[in-house]
């Protein structure tokens, strides 16, 4: 059976909605998630889901019976969480039969041990089960997420109000994403001990986002391209607490010092197909924009 934690997440969402409306192999699966109503409302009363707290142990264990697969996100991460959370639920997962987990990482994770994914990296490696590690590139549905907040700036504002200046990113659609971990969790020995750096085909700045979006919405579209201080200030006073903001600002660091946008053909190969352009996401969700609908 396929675990999948963070149903309702960047990717989670996706890989659930892969499961439950096409699922081409079979796999059976169940959600594991923080809120079951919210799954329940999003994917059907129907949907085999168990409640998972990472602060609640007591919920590990039922969450993860029967599982041997796991697709495991980080919620938010943080050094201490890293430690107090991951680890500990990683264990758990491996006392509870998982044989292959499945982790979604960050470009760079091994390269160093500040960045609180390089942790939970090596505790898998370390607890003896198969792996897979995906190292995606910036999500494309960052710009639709109600955590980022940045479709509210693109649907009131009209701007792009993030501060990964004049870099160059590469952009990966969460649908791709799902179809391949999907097709991982269908046949995982092949995968064992892998890791995937998974992207768009073209680096792209910023400006080239508000293009593609000002073609979509049918509207200009500007990248403005802010301070820290000014994306800071903005962040905190539309309620988002200091972790999602300390952890936005580590990602734009990256951005704007070139460690986001690796170009891989890890993901065409696994698609067996080209991945989706921005444009293509810009008019598949161009209604978001429009009714002010984030995920």
Not at 230 to 256: H, N, P, Q
Request: glycine residues 6%; aromatic residues 10%; charged residues 25%.
């Amino acid at each position: 059976m396929f675990i999948i934690t963070g149903p309702t997440g960047n990717i989670g969402a996706e890989v659930s909605r892969y499961l439950v409306e096409k699922n081409p192999a079979g796999v059976e699966f169940r959600l594991a998630a923080h809120s079951v109503d919210r799954v329940r409302e999003e994917f059907g009363s129907e949907v085999p889901v168990a409640h998972l707290e990472y602060d609640d142990p007591s919920t590990w264990a039922p969450a993860l019976e029967g599982g041997t697969t796991l697709f495991l996100l980080f919620p938010l991460p943080h050094p201490k969480t890293a430690k107090s959370r991951m680890v500990p639920f990683i264990d758990a997962a491996v006392a509870a039969g998982i044989r292959h987990i499945i982790y979604i990482t960050v470009p760079g994770g091994d390269a160093s041990r500040v960045i609180p994914h390089n942790t939970v990296e090596r505790h898998i490696k370390e607890s003896g089960v198969q792996w897979t590690l995906l190292r995606p590139s910036y999500f494309m549905q960052n710009l639709v997420r109600s955590l980022s907040t940045h479709g509210v700036d693109i649907a009131q504002s009209d701007e792009i109000f993030i501060p990964a200046g004049k870099s160059t990113t590469t952009f990966v659609d969460s649908r791709d994403l799902a179809e391949v971990i999907v097709g991982i969790a269908a046949d995982t020995d092949p995968h064992d001990r892998q890791t995937y750096v998974l992207t768009g085909e073209h680096k792209k700045t910023y400006f080239d986002v508000a293009e593609a979006l000002s073609e979509a919405l049918g509207r200009p579209i500007t990248y403005t391209h802010p301070s820290f201080l000014a994306f800071w200030r903005r962040m905190r006073k539309r309620g988002l607490t200091r972790d999602t903001v300390f952890f936005m600002c580590i990602v734009y660091t990256l951005a704007r010092r070139g460690r986001n946008n690796p170009v891989s053909e890890d993901l065409p190969n696994m698609l067996g197909r080209d991945p989706t352009t921005l444009r293509q996401f810009a008019l598949d969700y161009k209604w978001r924009w429009e009714t002010q609908t984030w995920t």
